[in-house]
């Protein structure tokens, strides 16, 4: 087995998971800089500094992530996709459905019975910023606060205040309107994560949902999207025994490894 | 290691300010008879039909007494028989360079046409109001595939002030639906009679049905051979050539040379088993329109993914057979057996067929494709605005998972304007989805 790297360079952040054999020995996230080879670059710089290696030292780098193709250092691409679906089912077995939320897009993803980490089918939506990160960036600035305070805040809602326009720049008017009602904080953000629950939700329904249900990306570790989507879905999510925002550069990695097996 | 594709996509500049009121069809036939006479002598002759179209559109430019304006679904048989010259203002979209396609997009907003209205149409609607396209004599649009067609029949109507005729399409596909349509066919004929002060020919209308008979029985036969592996007719810029000689000259002796020649081109790949530039790893449908502004979008398929586009709609369900009364050997039929003939003609090109009515329609024509063409992966790229169209997609999509295992993507494109979904927004989605193919299929 080989030291082997995976790049994920996405609009928000940019992830590198180095793994040595099986085992994740480094890992890095770092905010995307303007230049997607800048980004992986510092993010693989990063993760190489952690446990002391030289970039030399990897034998197979995969980029992933929407500046995949401007990674110097990749031997290969492979869409963001096929990483999360790997990376997810690779450390969890039993997942049928997988839910990416990234910066700016979202996925449903639904995986193979048979063979784990492979993707049957997709849809996603990227065309505009209803149901990404970065429609929760716009409404956390609208509450002055970072978009990492917006899940545990709705856990002190008493009711759900619903947004009903879908765009992110209708929506901030929105919100700034119920704002001025004197609606409670609390309950217009765990709207604003129903929201975004309300746009994924929609997604799973046309590839078929399928428990486990999984969920990957930034957007993953923010407790009020999640459960929006449990309560929207009538499912629990399962927790992954690993960083949700890293599972495309794990994917990545576990390919990488999987190309220098053969 | 690199092993990336270099595959390079075009790049547009929209910020330039353009001459809209150029001479258009002869810039555009500068740059079509350019790009053709650039390629290599031997194949140059593949690409005859996007030449004839574009001389036939500049001979009808000069003769505007005798010119009609048509959509593309109109069939062209029934201006020609007139000895009248068929012009498709959407034609001169597809021709048009992307940056003047953006540019007369725009113009068209001026005119009231809602953004959202595929390129093709609102194109056409800025070329009108730029006075870069002629005044024709008559106007002739259909109900299919959609109602933005006869909006657009409608404002060009209204801006050359020129009484339009719009055939109405039945929504149901039977004997009476057909029979409705040939008494269409016939209020047609009688407009253009009074439009022009000319009479129709029987002979002449029933030399053109036959002409376009043979130029169907000639595609059917190179669709069959389509079937062989690798696809013997592996070129995006082929199916496009099929689409416009089928749609705009398929009564044509022109047209049945070409797909002579074609059918003995694509018989001798099949004997020597050639097929695409890149080995085919896959096979796929294009089960509704697909991207013309950017040919490296194929291009990249192939070289990455060994995806060969072997189904185009718009270019292979024009073979579905045609329908005759009773079978006369001296095609000998009557007016009224014409009419029919030509009902079902119009009724089953493409879009017109899988646009109009029950979207049954449309998922077992894409059931069948892939099907009998031994399909890996079909792709549903369609404009937002063509609604019955993404009624369908989904279904179409279940459909084909549920019966043959063939996986779909769903796209959003506009095929000529790279504004609305650009070259790299389109490969970005088929990525995954090819990836994700080529997994399933051990690759």
Known sequence: MSIVAGCDVGSVTGKTVILDGDEIISSSIIPSRPLPA?????????????????????????????GRVKIPFANKTVSEIACHAKGVGWLMETAGTLIDIG?????????????????????????????????????AAVFEIEPKEIGPLTLKAKKIVSISSQCSVFAESEVVSLIAEE???????????????????????RVGLREDVAISGGVGKNIGVVKAIERRLNVELKDLPGDPQIMGALGAAIIAQEICSK | ??????????????????????????????????????????????????????????????????????????????????????????????????????????????????EHMCSFLSTALGMAVSNVMPKPKGILYASHPCDNGVALGQALSEYYRVKAFIIDSP????????????????????????????????????ESCK??????????????????KPCPLASSAILRAI?????????????????????????????????????????????????????????????????????FQGADSFYWPIYKPIRKHDYDYSFDELCLILANKSLNTPMARQSRGHLDRFVRDTIHWCKEWDIDAAIFSGHIQCKANWSAAQVAK??????????????????????????????????????????????
């Open chain 1, 38 to 66: 800048k980004t992986a670059g510092e993010t693989m710089n990063q993760a190489l500094e952690k446990v002391g290696l030289d970039i030399k030292e990897l034998k197979y780098v995969v980029g992933t992530g929407y």
């Open chain 2, 243 to 311: 689409s416009i000689a089928m749609y705009m000259m398929v009564d044509t002796e022109d047209t049945i040379h070409w797909l002579e020649r074609l059918l003995e081109d694509v018989k001798q790949r099949v004997d020597k088993g050639i097929g695409g530039k890149c080995e085919e790893k896959m096979r796929i449908a294009w089960i509704y329109t697909l991207p013309s502004f950017d040919p490296a979008i194929f291009e990249w398929m192939e070289e990455k993914f060994g995806a060969t586009s072997v189904i």
């Open chain 2, 398 to 443: 279940e459909a084909l998972m549920d019966e043959l295992g063939v996986a779909t993507l769903i796209h959003e494109i506009d095929c000529i304007d790279p504004r609305v979904v650009s070259a790299e927004q389109i490969v970005g989605k088929m990525e995954p989805f090819l990836e994700m193919v080529a997994e399933n299929k051990g690759l």
């Open chain 2, 211 to 228: 002409r376009s008979d043979k130029a169907h029985e000639l595609l059917y036969q190179i669709n069959e051979l389509k079937k062989n």
């Open chain 2, 171 to 206: 929504y149901d596909d039977n004997k009476k639906a057909h029979e409705y349509f040939a008494g269409q066919i016939k209020d047609l004929f009688r407009y253009l009679e009074e439009i022009t002060g000319k009479r129709l020919n029987i002979d002449r209308l029933r």
């Open chain 1, 183 to 205: 609606n409670d904080r609390f309950d217009i953000l765990a709207g604003v994560c129903d929201s975004v629950a309300g746009r994924i939700v929609s997604l799973v329904g």
């Open chain 2, 1 to 114: 290691m690199k092993t990336q594709s270099q595959i390079q996509f075009r790049k547009f500049d929209f910020s330039k300010k353009l001459d809209l009121g150029m001479d258009l069809l002869r810039n555009v036939e500068s740059i079509v008879k350019g790009i053709v006479s650039k390629r290599d002598e031997s194949i140059r002759w593949v690409f005859q039909p996007y030449v004839d179209l574009i001389d036939s559109m500049i001979e009808g430019a000069e003769n505007p007494e005798n010119l009609i304006f048509h959509n593309f679904t109109v069939s062209p048989e029934l201006i020609h028989s007139m000895d009248l010259m068929s012009f498709s203002p959407e034609a001169l979209s597809f021709f048009a360079p992307a940056e003047y396609v953006a540019a007369y997009r725009d113009c068209s907003l001026i005119e009231h046409v809602p």
């Open chain 1, 103 to 139: 910066g700016q897009d979202c996925k449903a993803i639904a995986l193979d019975e048979k063979i784990r980490g492979k993707v049957k089918s997709f849809v996603m939506n990227d065309k505009c910023a209803a149901g990404t990160g970065r429609f929760l960036e716009v409404m």
